[in-house]
């Protein structure tokens, strides 16, 4: 099953075509969108997960159509945003971790459980009854990619993830969005080091989608294009 | 920040929210509808440090608690004292005191996702209006998280005011202010959504 088919999507913010005529066939464990400020790249992931709505064309996210399938697609796929402050809701990190998993019909000793493991899997259990507020900028970020895996998404979208982190944090953020979890990855990333640790690299430029390839390729086609 | 809940292990810490906030609430209107004199002024401060007294709490947390208040109590007591006179003022602001520090029991030993549990079924016969109570009880939440945010993002903006040499100008806070404000509700929006909220 592709993550993510396209066909001729466009999308319009206001007056302005934020993305047009944009067809692809993504289906790979590990995506990174590249593309200049601007280009319309968070807007491809933001469609993706569900948080705009195309104006024209075709969109498939996990084989579920996002308007239509709208539940479903929450349950499978999770993003995670570049400023972690806008993505704490509730007070404490515990209990942030643990209202991802609201909407969930699950036991309240299975949601514990899982809280639990999410916690030590990304090294935050001591900090579980701290307020989230008070976390540093790189814990922030862990929180924020905890709350989005102890849901057990499909697919995990990552807009810009590292963008406000020192190198050691954004290595932490990136070794738990690259692990293995059974979950594929969709990642927005201007670090073309990240993305060179992807199985496909989406480039996009002026609102649509100009070459998908392997990573070399198109990263080299990318830094040729910043050269002009 | 509104994370007043200190984790502990005593009896009010035991206890489930619902039934702790009817106690609590219980015994703030017996406070509440003692009659005005100084032996209830007496009864409502010995109920507040009977209260604060269960381990978990303590008397420490009572005198940071009358403290944090602190302002309210010297309006009220000023208030009551100027038009009613020093056996109404006593009571009266000691009524208030206890109202303050008896309902802050239950948010210094509640998590706040087991307030919104209770809360949510407390307003469980909105659905009966039509009003869903889970989002209902999710605006409460995101209500009282947002506001240390929002205290940031103030700080934020007066900080850049002073780095460009601007002074205290309401005018020059107000706008920036506000389109940082509504960048981070729709922020929030987004988040809310990919974590399953409809």
Redesign the interface.
Same mark, same amino acid.
């Given at each position: 099953m592709s993550v993510l088919d396209l066909e001729n999507v466009g999308v319009r913010l206001g007056d302005t075509d934020v993305l047009h005529g944009v067809t692809c066939s993504l289906d790979a464990r590990t995506i990174a969108v590249v593309g200049e400020n601007g280009s319309g790249k968070s807007t491809l992931a933001?469609l993706a997960?569900?948080?705009v709505t195309a104006t024209s064309g075709r969109i498939r996210v996990l084989g579920l159509d996002p308007e239509r399938e709208? &539940?479903r697609l929450?349950?499978g796929v999770?993003?995670?945003?570049s400023?972690p402050?806008?993505?704490?809701?509730?007070?404490?990190v515990a /209990?942030d971790v643990?209202? &991802?998993l609201? &909407? /969930?019909k699950l036991p309240c000793v299975e949601k514990a459980r899982r809280v639990q493991a999410a916690l030590e899997r990304f090294g935050l259990v001591e900090l579980a009854?701290r307020?989230a507020?008070?976390l540093s900028g790189g814990q922030k970020q862990l929180l924020a990619l905890c709350?989005?895996f102890v849901?057990r998404p499909g697919l995990v979208i990552a807009d810009e993830p590292t963008a406000y982190l020192d190198a050691r944090n954004a290595r932490r953020i990136a070794d738990h969005l690259f692990a293995d979890a059974g979950h594929r990855l969709l990642l927005v990333t201007h670090d073309l080091e990240l993305a060179r640790h992807c199985e496909t690299v989406v480039l996009v430029r002026d609102g649509t989608i100009i070459a998908t390839g392997a990573p070399d390729a198109i990263i080299a086609t990318y830094e040729e294009a910043l050269r002009c | 920040?509104?994370?007043l809940?200190r984790?502990g292990t005593g009896l009010w810490h035991r206890l489930p929210a619902g039934p702790k906030a009817a106690v609590l609430m219980m015994i703030v209107l017996g406070v509440c509808l003692l009659p005005v004199s100084y032996t209830s002024a007496a009864i409502a401060a010995a109920v507040c440090v009977v209260c604060y007294a269960v381990p978990g709490t303590g008397p420490r947390e009572l005198v940071r608690q009358l403290y944090i208040t602190r302002w309210i109590l010297v309006v009220t007591v000023a208030g009551q004292l100027l038009f009613l006179g020093p056996e109404e003022a006593a009571a009266n602001t000691m009524r208030v005191a206890a109202a303050v520090v008896l309902s802050g029991l239950l948010a210094l030993t509640t998590?706040?996702?087991e307030l919104l549990d209770a809360l949510e079924r407390a307003l469980g016969p909105l659905a009966l209006l039509r009003i869903d109570p889970?989002r209902a009880a999710l605006v409460l939440?995101?209500t009282?998280?947002t506001l240390?945010?929002l205290a940031?993002l103030a700080r934020d903006v007066r900080e850049a005011q002073r780095a460009r040499g601007g002074g205290q100008s309401l005018r020059h806070f107000a706008m920036p202010f506000l389109v940082l404000a509504l960048k981070?509700a729709d $922020?929030?929006g987004? $988040?809310?959504?990919?974590?399953?909220?409809?």
């Open positions: 933001r997960g569900g948080l709208a &539940s929450r349950r999770s993003v995670v945003f400023n402050d806008a993505q704490i809701i509730m007070p404490t /209990e643990a209202f &991802s609201r &909407s /969930e009854d307020s507020h008070d709350g989005a849901r | 920040m509104l994370t809940y984790p998590p706040v996702s889970q939440a995101v009282l998280n240390p945010v940031g981070h $922020a929030l987004d $988040a809310l959504t990919a974590r399953g909220v409809r």
